[in-house]
């Protein structure tokens, strides 16, 4: 079955960056996009990007250009998001998703990141 | 970017009412709008696809439908596993958006 994993929870300072993960496994990696989503505590669902790891393709939501950047290692099957220069703004949920099969909808979903920018 | 303007922002129900909520596109998207549940501390769940499609597994108290600018997704029979909050996404062309969420509360 279709899993995304993430890593876990990070504690930063600002000013630095995290490397958050997304592991892939019950299908061809290569084949699906990965999408990223952000969600502050108890705030919506902001859409991030993607990363297409069969060619490594990426697109950025203008807001988080130069703040994600996207990157797949298609050997372990595991999508990544460096977030920089990190600011409390930063403190969220990160989700990584997948579209299901024959529909344009996220139907997998990881269990999201909790990135925490404190000094 | 598109806006998704979605309404109401919270609801107050009962179990049995029937569940209305809206989303309006700044521009026309087709039929590619999907909607989302998310309960505390889980991820979103997949619902509703391309407008009016239910995903596998769905229960059929879930509907969605419109096309263009308007959209309305419905529980037909609220159920108190129900509760929660309700985004919808436009995914006709990048970025995708959401809309702020309709968060679901007893009476």
């Known amino acids: 079955q279709v899993q995304l994993q993430q890593s876990g929870a990070e504690l930063a300072k600002p000013g630095t960056s995290v490397k958050l993960s997304c592991k892939a496994s019950g299908y061809t990696f290569t084949s699906y996009y990965i999408y990223w989503v952000k969600q502050r505590p108890g705030q919506g669902l902001e859409w991030i990007g993607y990363i297409y790891p069969g060619n490594g393709g990426t697109y950025y939501s203008e807001k988080f250009k130069g703040k994600a950047t996207f990157t797949a290692d298609t050997s372990s099957s595991t999508a990544y998001m460096l977030l920089g220069s990190l600011t409390p703004e930063d403190s969220a949920y990160y989700f990584c998703?997948?579209?299901?099969?024959?529909?344009?909808?996220?139907?997998?979903w990881g269990q999201g990141t909790l990135v925490t920018v404190s000094s | 970017d598109i806006v998704m303007t979605q309404s109401p922002t919270s609801m107050s129900i009962s179990v049995g009412d029937r569940v209305t909520m809206n989303c309006k596109a700044s521009q026309n998207v087709g039929s590619n709008v999907d909607w989302y549940q998310q309960k505390t501390g889980q991820s979103p769940k997949l619902l509703i696809y391309k407008a009016s499609n239910r995903y596998t597994g769905v229960p059929d108290r879930f509907t969605g439908s419109g096309s263009g600018t308007d959209f309305t997704f419905t529980i037909s029979n609220m159920q108190a596993e129900d509760l929660a909050v309700y985004y919808c996404?436009?995914?006709?062309?990048?970025?995708?958006?959401f809309g702020a969420g309709t968060k679901l509360e007893l009476k």
């Open positions: 998703a997948r579209r299901g099969v024959g529909t344009l909808g996220f139907a997998y």
């Open positions: 996404m436009q995914s006709n062309s990048y970025p995708y958006t």
